[in-house]
């Protein structure tokens, strides 16, 4: 028997990503496999932050660390259903964690491995959700493995009976997952500056082609506030983006330089160096992209590349600054783009009222405490919970899954939303998920800015949800009059949500 120890993989059916690697694996002949879903309780609660970028057990990556109350989930299913009396479509919503809920699955079968050897499993997702039936604002909708579930329980034993071998062989070299070591190369110029992870928070992939500087992110600073990255020198990165509103803007949605009315409202900017892509439909894969597509679009900046280069290189003093920040004074697009990157990359917040309770330094109020207890609680009101389910795509210490979902607005107003970057149908209506933290200071919300204050939204989550083709599952699986939580208890959410904002920022609290 050979055991290999501390090698982890995931998998996500969502987004393709449907392949792990095991490392140093001896040749052989082999009469069966095994693996567990799932991890052994040191590894299970060790801090989240120890893992690097693009590691299996990065939450990152996976978007399965339960945050606060510790651990992952190990198997998350999610999907919507159709009962034959019902008049709309339902959520389910099954997450396998926990402890007791480590799931081992094995099979006999002979694999010979010489060099790299690829090993095709299946899943039959039919075996592990057909055996039970689902019926309206029962028990049978959802479960987080809470202690005495019995739902949980069946579900982990029905997982491990529902995987089948298919097949091993020669793998081809583009199965391999690629690794997660850092060996890009390194940009010359400029003085190195560190980059200060928050106890709590998940290592982020920095871009290894665009290393930060003193120099270089003081160099960005200066840009995001020059007027002449856009077209007649009429506006800046910082027009739109307020730095005591989070770097955020008060108005619905943006005004360009040319006078012309967005459709979306300006995202806030901070924690950028976790997110593994920008802008309200996750269109940008990096920063640098974003602040391009800023500069360029004719709704919002307006600016000619060219014009830009040119007149910035006019300034001798800019040039100076561009020369220690990259080692020579040309003035580029892509240098502009670079500088505004590490600068954004150095927004960090960290340091909320609730941040200073975990650490000690301040208590919560009473009310705060019950805020927190409803958002990181399940709805799950057949089992005795009566929490507002908030953690499921705002849990952990980004306050973000960073992923895509329609949260119920309905009518997103001619927006293509995610459906525009994808070309798929079943992204209609899907928006990043924003991070909560500052978001007492960043008002208006949504992507359009629909909703003038916390109190709004807390009541959209609790009563005005739209059933909508493509709403995320943790949302249609409430029951059609909402959450139905009390005045009280909408108003210990806002509380709640207002410790989340950093000291630096709590004079600009508006309370509404």
């Keep these: 028997m050979l055991r290999l120890g501390g090698q982890h993989g995931f998998i996500d059916a969502e987004k393709d990503r449907m392949t792990f690697t095991l490392r140093n694996v001896p040749e052989g002949d082999y009469e069966g496999l095994?693996?567990?879903?799932?991890?052994?309780?040191?590894?299970?609660?060790?801090?989240?932050?120890?893992?690097?970028?693009?590691?299996?057990?990065?939450?990152?990556?996976?978007?399965?660390?339960?945050g606060w109350s510790g651990g992952y989930v190990f198997a998350a299913i999610e999907g919507r259903w159709r009962a034959a009396a019902a008049e709309e479509e339902r959520g389910f919503s099954y997450h396998l964690a926990t402890d007791a809920r480590l799931m081992t699955v094995g099979f006999?079968?002979?694999?010979?491995?010489?060099?790299?050897?690829?090993?095709?499993?299946?899943?039959?997702?039919?075996?592990?959700?057909?055996?039970?039936?689902?019926?309206?604002?029962?028990?049978?909708?959802?479960?987080?493995?809470?202690?005495?579930?019995?739902?949980?329980?069946?579900l982990s034993r029905a997982m491990e009976r529902a995987w089948f071998f298919l097949e091993s062989g020669p793998a081809p070299p583009a199965v391999l997952e690629p690794t997660w070591v850092d060996d890009a190369p390194r940009a010359v110029g400029g003085t190195p500056r560190a980059f200060v992870v928050p106890a709590g928070f998940p290592q982020p992939e920095l871009p290894a082609d665009n290393p930060?500087?003193?120099?270089?992110?003081?160099?960005?600073?200066?840009?995001?506030?020059?007027r002449r990255l856009s077209a007649g020198r009429g506006q800046s990165c910082a027009s739109c983006h307020e730095e005591q509103r989070a770097f955020a803007e008060a108005r619905r949605t943006s005004v360009g330089v040319d006078g012309i009315t967005g459709a979306r409202n300006a995202m806030p900017l901070f924690n950028l160096a976790w997110s593994?892509?920008?802008?309200?439909?996750?269109?940008?894969?990096?920063?640098?992209?974003?602040?391009?597509?800023?500069?360029?679009?004719?709704i919002e900046m307006h600016?000619?590349?060219?014009?830009?280069?040119?007149?910035?290189?006019?300034?001798?003093?800019?040039?100076?600054?561009?020369?220690?920040?990259?080692?020579?004074?040309?003035?580029?697009?892509?240098?502009?783009?670079?500088?505004?990157?590490?600068?954004?990359?150095?927004?960090?917040?960290?340091?909320?009222?609730?941040?200073?309770?975990?650490?000690?330094?301040?208590?919560?109020?009473?009310?705060?405490?019950?805020?927190?207890?409803?958002?990181?609680?399940?709805y799950d009101p057949a089992r005795g919970r009566q929490g507002a389910d908030c953690f499921h795509c705002h849990g952990g210490a980004?306050?973000?899954?960073?992923?895509?979902?329609?949260?119920?607005?309905?009518?997103?107003?001619?927006?293509?939303?995610r459906a525009g970057v994808t070309g798929r149908a079943t992204d209609t209506g899907k928006f990043k998920t924003p991070s909560l933290r500052n978001v007492a200071v960043t008002a208006p919300y949504m992507?359009?800015?629909?909703?003038?204050?916390?109190?709004?939204?807390?009541?959209?989550?609790?009563?005005?949800?739209?059933?909508?083709p493509t709403l995320d599952p943790n949302l249609a699986k409430h029951p059609s009059a909402g959450l139905q939580l009390t005045r009280e208890e909408q108003r210990a959410l806002v509380a709640f949500l207002r410790t989340l904002t950093d000291a630096a920022l709590e004079p600009a609290v508006v309370r509404k």
């Design 447 to 468: 992507h359009d800015g629909r909703l003038r204050t916390l109190a709004d939204v807390v009541a959209h989550y609790d009563h005005g949800v739209w059933r909508t």
């Design 34 to 66: 095994e693996f567990q879903i799932g991890l052994p309780p040191a590894v299970n609660h060790a801090d989240p932050a120890q893992w690097p970028a693009r590691h299996p057990l990065n939450p990152i990556v996976n978007g399965l660390h339960w």
């Design 398 to 417: 980004l306050f973000t899954d960073f992923g895509f979902r329609d949260n119920g607005l309905g009518d997103t107003r001619g927006d293509a939303a």
């Design 303 to 378: 600016a000619d590349p060219d014009v830009v280069t040119a007149e910035l290189s006019r300034d001798a003093e800019l040039s100076r600054k561009f020369a220690t920040a990259f080692g020579t004074p040309v003035i580029s697009p892509s240098r502009i783009e670079l500088a505004l990157e590490q600068y954004l990359l150095t927004l960090v917040a960290a340091d909320s009222k609730f941040d200073r309770a975990a650490r000690g330094q301040a208590m919560l109020t009473e009310e705060e405490q019950r805020g927190f207890a409803l958002f990181a609680g399940e």
């Design 276 to 298: 593994p892509s920008y802008a309200w439909d996750g269109s940008k894969p990096r920063l640098r992209d974003q602040a391009r597509a800023a500069m360029i679009n004719p």
């Design 212 to 226: 930060l500087t003193l120099e270089g992110v003081a160099l960005g600073k200066l840009l995001f506030n020059d």
């Design 108 to 154: 006999n079968a002979l694999v010979s491995t010489a060099g790299a050897t690829r090993i095709r499993l299946a899943l039959d997702l039919g075996k592990v959700l057909g055996h039970h039936a689902l019926q309206p604002d029962d028990d049978s909708e959802s479960t987080h493995s809470g202690p005495g579930d019995a739902l949980a329980v069946s």
